[in-house]
Each structure stands twice: as structure tokens, then as C-alpha cells.
């Protein structure tokens, strides 16, 4: 381990650091524009020039090895003077358009020039001018603000894998951006823009819309896929303007997906503000109080088998327990929180993604089963595809199902259930790379589990899990990869049928005949509402989508930007939400009005603050105890066996972009689809 | 920037492209020659070589997306080589595609006469090409030959020690269609002093009496 001396304090770093990470050590901040700490190191704003001593010249500290004995100097007259001559050939061309650019107040370059820049230019020369570029919807670009810190070229390459961004032609005219017209396709694009450290590449849904100081920033959770990505959500008065990234190395680096960073403006359309009750055959403005009275008129002294309560999938936990122990009062045992009808909820390690995300990077083989990871978790298949680039290629990736693209080369071994019984038998190739890995994993998607042999795929994948050696007392490379955020809570809580229950698809069958004559949809909405037309149904959610159209009694929600709660990710691990905004309209947090309507059903819930209802929940399971780290499950028993069906698997996402109804209003995610789901064209989106 | 340094416009550009069975062999040759893993390092030659296959002598983009094919690599990695390399060329050119060097040493021995000459010989200006698509007139950089200046490259040919005159004659024979001679235009066989060599001028069959023509034994 190097040891130097940076200002005089003399620091150890690791093998392989760069003097720029020796700096920082030191607790030296040293300013730069091109380095970044994901991305490989390009060397070329020259930025982080340091003095070393019996160096000729300043040295670009982020390019720099740290050897023993260097003598660095970061405050010396000679860098400072360096480091102003860079700001100075970096505003030659730099635009002085600050006060209209949306980069103002969060941008490096003014940042730094407050630092090291000089307060008028030498140049009278004319400042060069750049087109545009068009990359779609999300980026809006300003090229002639660009540095050519080639950021987002890394990126592209890098992280996102998609070859879209480049630099082109050289010297003063070199263009940074496709040298052919074409729209950014991938799923992480909106991180272009955290990388930008000027105005060049700017949020175009967000443009002009509010300078940084005006906002207030609240740390939340992400809903709108299973990752459970840690955001901050940036907020003015009562309105949600953006969502960014927050620093999670366990689950999302510090990227996020452009659904998550996008579908917020779908909170601002159709939304649930207040009660509704239909009054003959139409849906009607109602009090909370007529709202409870109609359900109470319905539900008093029905027998509870006739009640059913399914939970969707972006709901917090919280609400999904006091309306399983409202259930619980009205004696019903129909609960399911399983809409897409998977056979999952078995043991806790039967249905996590075990191994967690960051377990990704000590994987050397996986093989994913009826999952596109793509469009179900981005930000899993970036870390798939960081731990390929680690490895230089050796890490081995295979899919079973569609053959999706996961940015990098992989094996597609087929279709459906007859290759991964080849596997189980080890006739196929892949089987050796699996018997050869030390980490082994498997990722089993929904497309896999909700089907009705899903128990026995489940079974099927466990055995395959045993002989392959991919859980040992260190690891554990089962994995299940769910696509709702609600769902793993759900699960924990057994927010599933009781004894003598049904399920989904029992209670929608029922519906359909007449025996379930109440159906409690607490946001559920990707369910077939056409079998709910005979049933009583109460709808609580935030948006009027496919749940809210055939309700009886409407029950207006908050949004999960409008409440604190619990959420677990695929990885079980339990994060917090917290409030931005308060619920719009006569909408209230959720637990509050199932446990509001309790009351009013005179079968009081036994809580009165989010407190006692945590305190519940940790009640039911004690994980809910264990905040922000996932708990090691014990491998267990589960899978039934049985016959697969011959019929490949299929991701349940069609369409990235539009999965919930947050996303599904969302006029950006509506772009998006347009732009980049080729099926859209023909109309095949679901 | 000239316009050949910009992709040419759409409907310039082929909507195909392929090596010729010949040049397949060549590039085939060209990329064995890099290390397994680094084939990547081909794309500079095989850009020539789509260049010197294209009518026009230029690539197109189809051209760039099919090397990236053959190479494994995304397009736009093609695209960076192939715009920042200026021997490259983006647009079509004409047969006769004329590089007069205008840098300093040039210019102190009159590159501005060459230019003019080529400007009023073939009555267009710097980057344009004239209408029968013979010649196109561009102004470089350094072409490395400031010791035989004023020089001008026309194709693979460099033509030195020019003069107005000279130009005009070469010019006239490439309009003709016949091909001038390459080389020095004043008499020198390469970049001796202008007044004949000083060494080695036995080698050079200048006949100089101070030097055998013939090395002794032992000698070399």
C-alpha cells in the first residue's frame, strides 16, 4: 500500500489508487470535471492538477498512480495558477448564459469558476456555437455549453451499454454526441444528466421549471419497480418537481431508472381527491363519512368468506396490515396481495433475491429464468452488466425465456421449461459453467412463477439451485426478482389467503359467480376488472385507473410521494419512505383510512399513530425490525413437483415504461413509449 | 470547417455497402494481423480501404456501420475514428482530389501562387469541386515535405518544388487524363540541396570524383 504526502499529511492508500483519491484522504478537495468515480478515467479537462515534487510540470492527479513517496501539493501557488489557466481555456468557449441555463445554482463549471475563474475574459474572439442534438424525450441538450468531459460518452459505454454517445470530428470542432441522429435507448438515460456537470445535457420534462434553492429536498424510496431505488424527491409547496438519485451502494450506486425519475408527473392527472359512491350506475362526489356509510351498508353482517381484499402493487406496507387485520375483524380470510396470480410465499429465502444486489459482484455465472431484467429492474441488470465488465467478459451470463438484450454478450439456452429441466440434468452446455462456478446464481422472474405451473418451475429452480452448489453457508444465489415494490412486503406480512382463503384468482372467479360479494382493492389495478362487475367493490388508491372505473365506493389515497411508509425490495430489505407533500385534496394516507373506516364499522383497529402500526408490523414479522439491512433468510422447503407446461415464459412487462398507474398517467412515460417501444406503433402495448 | 469534414447530406449518401471480394481478402489480411482481442485496431486500415473502394473516394456512413459490424464494436466508436482523421473523407471528392499545403514553410515559398494557380486553372475556390468531377481543391496542414516546398498532394502523389508553372502543367495533364509525374518539379530527384548533393554522391550517380563509385572490399 503506497504511502505520500499530500500538503504534509502523509496518507496510505490502497494498491492501485489514483493521487486524486490520495487526496482526498487528506480531506483535499480537489476540482475536476471529467473524473468520476463509476466511470474509467479519461485524464482530459485537466481540472485536478496537483504539484508533485520532481515532477517537470502539474500532473492530472485523477490520472496519476499513487506511488510511495510521491510529495503532492494541492494549495501551492503553481497549482492554483495552473488550474486558473484551465478554467480560463474552459470559459474561451463556455457561454455566459448561466441566468437561463438549468444547470444555474447545481452546475460544476460555475461552481468551480468561483474558485479558480478570473472575473473577465482576455478572448474577444467569437465563441464557438454547436447544434443541438436530439437525444428524445428525457435529454435536452445544449451542446455548445459542452466541456467535452465525455461523462456521458463513459457512460453510454459503460454503464448504460448502449453506443448512442460518442466525440466526434477533433479539436475546437470536436461534437460531443451521435454523429447520426438518434434518441438515447436505454433505460438509465436520465443519469446523462446527474453526469453533466454543466448545462449541456439538461432534464427536458423539467426545463425551466425551478432553480435548485427554491426546492426542498425529502429522502424517500422508490416504488415504481421492485429495486426499491433510494431517491430524493425534490419538491415546491405542494408540488413534486423532480426525483434524483440518493447514494445507496447496496441498491442502486447512484442511478436511477427513468421511470423512477420520470412518472411523477403522472401524480398530477387523474387524480383520486375525494370520496366517491355510485348512485345509480354513476360514480358521484361523496363525503368520507357517506363513503363509509355506503360500505357499512353493504358490509355489516355480511358473512366474511363473501369479503375479499386484494393489495396492488406500489401499496406501503402499513395499510396492507390494518387492512389484514381489518380483514381479520370481518372474519375473512380472502386476502391476496399476489395480482398477477405468481405461485410465490413459501419460505422467506423461496421468494428474495438472496444473494442482494451488491451480491451481483461476487457472482462468476447466472442464469435468469422468465425475466426480462431490462425492463423489470434496470438498475439489476446495470449491476449484472458492471459485474461482466469486472470480470473482463468472464462472468457468465444465460437466459432462459425471451431473448432479451442485457447489453452484453450473453447465451440465450431457450424458450420455455424443457431447458431448464436440461439443466437440472446437466445435457446442456451452460450446465458445465455452472458446475464450474464458485458463485453460481439464478435469477427466476415472474414470468417464471405466474403461471399456473409455477410451483413446480419454483421446484424445479430450487433443485437446480442445490445441485449446482449455488447456496452454501457463505452464499446464497437463489434469487427471485419480483417486479412490484408492494409484493416482498406483502408476502412478510402473509398479506395472502388464510385458511380456507382464496386467491386471486378464486376471488375473482368468485366475483365473477356471485360468491365474493365484496372486494377490497387497496390500489390494485392490474387485475381483470371485467369479473369485478357483479361484486361491491371499494377502490383505495391515488389514480383513476382500471381499479377506480368499477368501484362502488371510491376511497382517495395518497401517493407514495405523499406518505411516509414501509416498503420492502426484492432483496427483503426494509427502507422507509417519507412524506414530500402532503395527499392532494380529501385524499389521506392510507393505513389512516382503512383504519378510519374501521371505526366506522365499529370494529376499531387497535392503532392511532404510524408508530404503533410499525410496532404491529414487527409483530407479524420481526424482519420489519431490521431497517435498511436485508436479513439472511434460512433455505427451506418449497416448490411443489410437478408437470411444466411446454409453453415458453414471458415477462409480465411489455412495456418498461408504463407498468402502474403512476407510470401508465405519466404524459414523459407516454413519450418514452412512443419513442422507444417498437410495439407501441402497432398497438400491442398492454 | 469544410464540408467534407461533415457527413455528406442523405441523399448523397449509399443505403449499402460491401467489400469488393478482393478487398475482403485484403481487410480478412489486415485484421490477422492484430492480436486476438484487439481486431478493433483494424478499423483505421479498413476505413482506408473502404475509402479507396468507394466511387468518389470517400466513406460513407453505411461503410462505417459495416466495419463496426466486422469489428465487433459499436458504430459510433467508428464514427470518432473516422470524423477526427482528416485523410479521411466524409463527402464525395473528385478524381483528382488536391491538397495544396498552405503552412508556414510552404507559404514562405509561395504556396499562395499555388493556390491562386489552382483556383483560376480549375476556376473554383478552396473545397469546391469542379462541375465535370474531376478536381476538388482543398487547402492542408503540414503534409511533411517542407524541405521540397511548395508541395501539393494530388492522390497518393506528392508534387514538390512547385512553381505557377509547373502547376499549370500538371494540371494540364491531368486534364488531358494522362498522369504527371510525381515528385520534385525542379530537377532534383528527391531532397538533396538545390544546388546537387554534397555526400554520398556516388550513390546518387551524380559522378563525383572524391568518391569510388564502386565500395572497396572491407569497405561498406
Redesign the interface.
Known amino acids: 500500500m503506497p504511502k505520500l504526502t499530500v500538503d504534509g499529511i502523509e496518507v496510505e492508500v490502497e494498491a492501485g489508487a489514483t493521487v486524486l483519491q490520495a487526496c482526498e484522504e487528506a480531506g483535499k478537495e480537489i476540482p475536476r470535471f471529467c473524473y468520476h468515480e463509476r466511470l474509467s478515467i479519461a485524464g482530459n479537462c485537466r481540472m485536478c492538477l496537483v504539484e508533485m515534487e520532481r515532477a517537470p510540470k502539474p500532473v492530472a492527479s485523477c490520472a496519476m498512480p499513487a506511488a510511495d513517496g510521491m510529495v503532492i501539493k494541492t494549495d501551492s501557488d503553481l497549482v492554483k495558477k495552473a488550474r486558473n489557466g484551465v478554467m480560463e481555456f474552459l470559459l474561451i468557449n463556455h457561454p455566459l448564459d448561466c441566468p437561463i441555463c438549468d444547470q444555474g445554482g447545481e452546475c460544476d463549471l460555475q461552481d468551480q469558476a468561483m474558485a479558480y475563474g478570473f472575473d473577465s475574459s482576455r478572448y474577444t474572439e467569437k465563441k464557438r456555437a454547436v447544434k443541438d442534438k436530439e437525444l428524445g424525450p428525457i435529454v435536452k441538450t445544449i451542446m455548445t455549453r459542452c466541456i467535452h468531459c465525455t461523462r456521458c460518452v463513459r457512460f453510454s459505454?459503460e454503464v448504460a451499454g448502449v453506443?448512442?454517445?460518442?466525440?466526434?470530428?477533433?479539436g475546437e470542432?470536436t461534437e460531443v454526441g451521435?454523429?447520426?441522429e438518434a434518441s438515447i435507448n436505454s433505460e438509465l438515460s436520465g443519469n446523462l444528466i446527474d453526469l453533466c456537470p454543466v448545462g449541456a445535457l439538461t432534464s427536458k420534462p423539467y426545463a425551466f421549471t425551478a432553480r435548485p434553492w427554491e426546492l426542498k429536498k425529502t429522502d424517500s424510496v422508490d416504488v415504481m419497480d421492485a429495486v426499491g431505488s433510494n431517491i430524493r424527491i425534490d419538491t415546491r409547496g405542494s408540488e413534486v418537481l423532480r426525483v434524483l438519485p440518493r447514494l445507496n451502494e447496496d441498491v442502486n450506486e447512484e442511478w436511477i431508472s427513468d421511470k423512477t425519475r420520470y412518472a411523477i408527473d403522472g401524480l398530477k392527472r387523474q387524480r383520486l381527491d375525494r370520496p366517491y359512491v355510485r348512485v345509480n350506475g354513476k360514480l358521484v362526489p361523496a363525503s368520507w363519512d357517506e363513503a363509509f356509510a355506503a360500505i357499512k351498508a353493504k358490509v355489516a353482517g355480511l358473512d366474511g368468506k363473501k369479503i375479499a381484499a386484494l393489495a396492488g402493487d406500489t401499496v406501503d406496507c402499513e395499510s396492507m396490515t390494518a387492512l389484514k387485520d381489518l380483514m381479520g375483524k370481518l372474519g375473512s380470510s380472502n386476502l391476496d396481495c399476489r395480482q398477477d396470480g405468481s405461485k410465490i410465499g413459501g419460505p422467506r429465502s423461496s421468494y428474495i433475491f438472496n444473494s442482494t444486489i451488491a451480491g451481483i459482484e461476487e457472482a462468476d455465472a447466472c442464469l435468469i429464468v422468465g425475466a426480462n431484467v431490462r425492463a423489470e429492474a434496470p438498475i439489476i441488470n446495470s449491476r449484472l452488466r458492471k459485474r461482466w465488465r469486472m470480470t473482463a467478459g468472464d462472468f457468465r451470463l444465460a437466459l432462459i425465456g425471451e431473448n432479451w438484450d442485457p447489453t452484453f454478450k450473453h447465451d440465450y439456452l431457450g424458450a420455455g421449461p424443457e431447458t431448464l429441466t436440461e439443466i437440472l440434468e446437466g445435457k446442456n452446455d451452460f450446465a458445465k459453467v455452472l458446475e464450474a462456478a464458485s458463485n453460481p446464481m439464478i435469477i427466476l422472474g415472474m414470468g417464471a412463477l405466474n403461471r399456473e405451473d409455477g410451483e413446480a418451475v419454483l421446484a424445479t429452480a430450487r433443485a437446480i439451485a442445490d445441485k449446482y452448489g449455488m447456496v452454501t453457508g457463505e452464499w446464497n444465489g437463489f434469487n427471485v426478482l419480483h417486479t412490484a415494490a408492494a409484493r416482498v412486503g406483502g408476502l412478510d406480512l402473509g398479506f395472502v389467503p388464510g385458511e380456507g382463503g382464496l386467491s386471486t384468482t378464486e376471488i375473482l372467479d368468485g366475483a365473477a359467480k356471485g360468491d365474493v360479494e365484496v372486494v377490497y382493492l387497496l390500489g390494485a389495478d392490474e387485475l381483470d376488472t371485467s369479473k369485478l362487475s357483479k361484486a361491491f367493490v371499494v377502490y383505495q388508491g391515488c389514480l383513476g385507473d382500471a381499479g377506480a372505473q368499477v368501484a362502488d365506493v371510491v376511497l382517495p389515497g395518497a401517493a407514495y410521494t405523499e406518505k411516509n411508509g414501509t416498503y420492502v425490495n426484492t432483496e427483503g430489505r426494509v427502507q422507509y419512505g417519507w412524506r414530500a407533500v402532503f395527499p392532494v385534496g380529501d385524499a389521506r394516507e392510507d393505513w389512516k383510512i382503512v383504519r378510519a373506516l374501521s371505526a366506522s364499522l365499529g370494529l376499531t383497529l387497535p392503532y392511532d399513530n404510524i408508530e404503533a402500526v410499525r410496532t404491529r408490523m414487527v409483530e407479524i414479522n420481526d424482519v420489519f425490525g431490521s431497517v435498511n439491512v436485508p436479513r439472511k433468510a434460512a433455505w427451506g422447503d418449497f416448490g411443489k413437483a410437478g408437470v411444466m407446461k411446454s409453453e415458453g415464459f414471458a415477462s409480465p412487462v411489455r412495456n418498461f415504461y408504463m407498468t402502474d398507474p403512476i407510470s401508465r398517467a405519466s404524459v414523459t412515460m407516454a413519450k418514452c413509449t412512443e419513442a422507444f417501444v417498437k410495439d407501441a406503433a402497432a398497438g400491442k402495448v398492454a | 470547417m469544410s464540408h467534407l469534414r461533415r457527413p455528406a447530406p442523405r441523399e448523397l449518401q449509399p443505403t449499402s455497402f460491401a467489400f469488393t471480394p478482393e478487398n475482403m481478402d485484403r481487410a480478412k489480411k489486415i485484421i490477422a494481423k492484430y492480436p486476438q482481442g484487439r481486431q478493433q485496431s483494424a478499423t483505421m486500415p479498413l476505413l482506408d480501404l473502404a475509402q479507396r473502394q468507394t466511387e468518389g473516394n470517400w466513406v460513407p456512413t453505411v461503410a462505417m456501420d459495416y466495419i463496426a459490424d466486422m469489428l465487433d464494436m459499436p458504430a459510433i466508436r467508428v464514427y470518432e475514428v473516422a470524423t477526427f482523421y482528416t485523410m479521411y473523407n466524409l463527402a464525395p471528392v473528385g478524381q483528382n482530389f488536391i491538397q495544396v499545403c498552405t503552412t508556414t514553410p510552404c507559404w514562405l515559398r509561395g504556396s499562395s501562387d499555388i493556390v491562386k494557380m489552382c483556383k483560376d486553372e480549375l476556376g473554383i475556390g478552396i473545397g469546391e469541386t469542379t462541375a465535370d468531377g474531376k478536381f476538388t481543391l482543398i487547402e492542408v496542414e503540414c503534409l511533411g515535405a517542407c524541405v521540397n516546398a511548395p508541395m501539393m498532394q494530388i492522390n497518393d502523389d506528392y508534387y514538390e518544388d512547385l512553381t505557377g508553372e509547373s502547376t499549370r502543367n500538371i494540371l494540364d495533364t491531368l486534364k488531358r487524363g494522362d498522369k504527371p509525374k510525381a515528385g520534385p518539379q525542379s530537377g532534383r530527384r528527391g531532397c538533396e540541396p538545390i544546388d546537387g548533393p554534397k555526400v554520398l554522391k556516388a550513390f546518387c550517380g551524380c559522378g563525383a570524383a572524391d568518391q569510388p563509385a564502386e565500395p572497396k572490399d572491407g569497405e561498406a
Open positions: 459505454e453506443g448512442t454517445m460518442g466525440a466526434v470530428y477533433r470542432d451521435p454523429y447520426i
